[in-house]
């Protein structure tokens, strides 16, 4: 019994789950190129970029501040996660 329900857990291998990553990987590269090629995405794009990751906006943020300050102006940030507005 407890056998047959351990069975019941464990589903096919599927090539399925494979092509739809290279699609997924194919399609992701063509729309990064026709966006970058015709400009279309901001300077402040980082998320799904080549060479640009957080590391590149925490400096960009950090250096904004710290230049703000130095120049005695008033510097507000508002942060928002969004980490589980996607959760299914």
Known sequence: MITNMMCLNYRPVSLFISFAELLESVMQSRILRYLTKHNI????????????????????????IKSAGNIKLLVGVIFCDLEKAFDS
């Open 41 to 64: 995405l901001s300077t402040e794009q980082y998320g799904l970029r080549t060479k640009l990751k957080t590391d590149n906006v925490t400096y960009k943020l950090a250096t904004e």
